[in-house]
């Protein structure tokens, strides 16, 4: 193995060891002592709405972790996408784990003012870690509340203009990379993405908010999957991406400015990447059911993508919805109790 594969190798373990271990924690000290062993006296952590930034294990723990596993019972990861890679943003001076699931508990205690079910709820999530002189220093965590929302019954936002599924992993059944990939093929993939990411600001420049089929299938397959969050929703084929998803988004908002990403890495078919926020925007009116906003309103996005030959394939993309609604003046989570 290179000095390359060595490193990959033994960050993947490391986080893999990480989330066992905290999977297993149950009480604060438990959760506690486990995030302390792994992550460094600085670890600065990233969360959704109404988690924000952390520092320390023991403010993770106690803001995010644990009222997490008090509410859900038992709670199972399912990952789906693991893998690693050099951040494309720095030109590789650091690497990043990147994994994608759903956690699965039991809904047995009221989480965030949500009604606790009694029955097993999904919680799907994305997760970057930094791992540097074998500690975890900087995470990011994306997490879709809106969907326990759904399935508790309070959903708040008007009907989503894609499919609400409990979302699947890559249809291979490849993506948790447990071994040596080729570099040759990670290269292949952080070309077309960047590829893809320049059409897509070109496109913005140019003002065209409903671009041909043909322009999308430079980069996509036509049979293309696209996971979309809560409240967006689901779409499948290049038209239904575009008639379900891309058209409404582009032309219900405005201002469209792209920030960049904290992490790009990849890792044989699969990269993901996540920003802080990656895009501001102003709402036209309509977008989510909002109405006009002046606000250049934040979007934290997570996007995962498979690539096959030459074409992506499947795109799995997570936002901070909340914070997003939580800036043109809808606090979802104070409104829970209207729509019980």
């Given amino acids: 193995m290179t000095d390359l594969e060595t490193r990959l190798a033994q960050a993947k373990s490391y986080v893999q060891s990480f989330h066992n271990d905290l999977d297993k924690a149950q009480d604060k000290k438990e959760?506690?002592?486990?995030?302390?062993?792994?992550?460094?006296?600085?670890?600065?952590?990233?969360?959704?709405?109404?988690?924000?930034?952390?520092?320390?294990?023991?403010?993770?723990?106690?803001?995010?972790?644990?009222?997490?596993?008090?509410?859900?019972?038992?709670i199972h990861r399912r990952a789906d996408i693991f893998f690693a890679g050099l951040n494309d943003v720095d030109n590789g001076d650091s690497l990043w784990v990147c994994e994608m699931g759903n956690l699965m508990g039991s809904f047995d205690n009221d989480w965030l003012g949500i009604p606790a079910t009694g029955r097993?709820?999904?919680?799907?999530?994305?997760?970057?870690?930094?791992?540097?002189?074998?500690k975890i220093v900087e995470s990011a965590l994306f997490i879709d509340i809106l969907g326990v929302m759904l399935e508790a019954g309070v959903y708040p936002l008007p009907a989503m203009t894609g499919t609400y599924v409990v979302q699947p992993g890559p249809r291979t059944h490849d993506g948790l990379l447990l071994t040596r990939q080729d570099p040759n093929e990670t290269n292949k993939t952080i070309e077309l993405v960047n590829r893809m990411i320049g059409?897509?600001?070109?496109?913005?420049?140019s003002g065209n908010n409903t671009p041909t089929p043909a322009y999308i299938a430079k980069c996509w397959d036509e049979d293309m999957v696209w996971f979309g969050p809560t409240g967006i929703g689901a779409t499948f084929t290049i038209e239904g991406f575009q008639k379900q998803h891309q058209f409404p988004f582009r032309e219900n908002l405005g201002d469209k400015k792209f920030n960049g990403h904290i992490a790009r890495c990849a890792e044989g078919n699969?990269?993901?990447?996540?920003?802080?926020?990656n895009l501001t925007n102003k709402?036209?009116?309509?977008?989510?059911?909002?109405?006009?906003?002046?606000?250049?309103?934040?979007?934290?996005?997570?996007d995962i993508y498979r690539r096959d030959?030459?074409?992506?394939?499947?795109?799995?993309?997570?936002?901070?919805?909340?914070?997003?609604?939580?800036?043109?003046g809808l606090d979802v989570l104070a409104r829970i109790g209207e729509t019980r």
């Avoid at 709402?283 to 979007?299: I, Q, Y």
């Avoid at 030959?309 to 939580?326: A, P």
Wanted: glycine residues 8%; charged residues 20%; contains cysteine.
């Fill in 309 to 328: 030959g030459d074409k992506l394939v499947e795109n799995w993309m997570f936002m901070d919805m909340l914070h997003y609604l939580n800036m043109q």
């Fill in 31 to 74: 959760i506690t002592d486990c995030l302390s062993h792994y992550t460094s006296d600085d670890w600065f952590w990233r969360g959704m709405h109404p988690f924000y930034e952390q520092t320390g294990a023991a403010n993770v723990a106690n803001t995010f972790w644990h009222p997490l596993k008090e509410s859900f019972s038992r």
């Fill in 270 to 277: 699969y990269l993901g990447f996540f920003g802080w926020a």
């Fill in 120 to 134: 097993m709820c999904f919680l799907r999530y994305a997760e970057f870690h930094k791992v540097s002189d074998d």
């Fill in 283 to 302: 709402n036209r009116g309509g977008f989510l059911g909002l109405p006009k906003s002046d606000v250049d309103a934040e979007m934290r996005i997570v």
């Fill in 199 to 205: 059409d897509l600001n070109a496109l913005n420049k």
